[in-house]
């Protein structure tokens, strides 16, 4: 490849999660909730609302993290 040939490359889902994967990940992490109320109003037990927050917490903050450690390496190693 010669030299005038290069691009840069660009990283179009990086910079979509970038700029909007807070609202995502809060969205993502607020569906086993959402669902848990669902089926407690369709005659499940109590119990899935429990288990709907617990898993809305993990989801939530392993998506919110990811979304932050995603952050920082394009800030540092993504071409301008």
Same mark, same amino acid.
């Given at each position: 490849?010669a030299?005038?040939?290069?691009q840069i490359?660009?990283?179009?889902t990086?910079?979509? *999660?970038?700029?909007?994967?807070?609202? *995502?990940?809060?969205l993502i992490?607020l569906?086993?909730?959402?669902?848990?109320v669902? $089926?407690?109003?369709l005659?499940?037990s109590?119990?899935?609302?429990?288990?709907?927050v617990?898993?809305? *917490?993990?989801?939530?903050?392993? $998506?919110v993290?990811y979304?932050e450690v $995603?952050?920082?390496i394009s800030?540092t190693?993504m071409?301008?």
């Amino acid at each position: 490849m010669a030299n005038g040939d290069y691009q840069i490359p660009t990283y179009p889902t990086v910079k979509f *999660l970038v700029a909007h994967g807070m609202p *995502l990940a809060i969205l993502i992490g607020l569906a086993p909730l959402v669902i848990a109320v669902v $089926l407690v109003v369709l005659g499940w037990s109590a119990w899935v609302i429990a288990a709907g927050v617990g898993i809305s *917490l993990v989801l939530g903050v392993v $998506l919110v993290s990811y979304v932050e450690v $995603l952050r920082v390496i394009s800030d540092t190693l993504m071409p301008k």
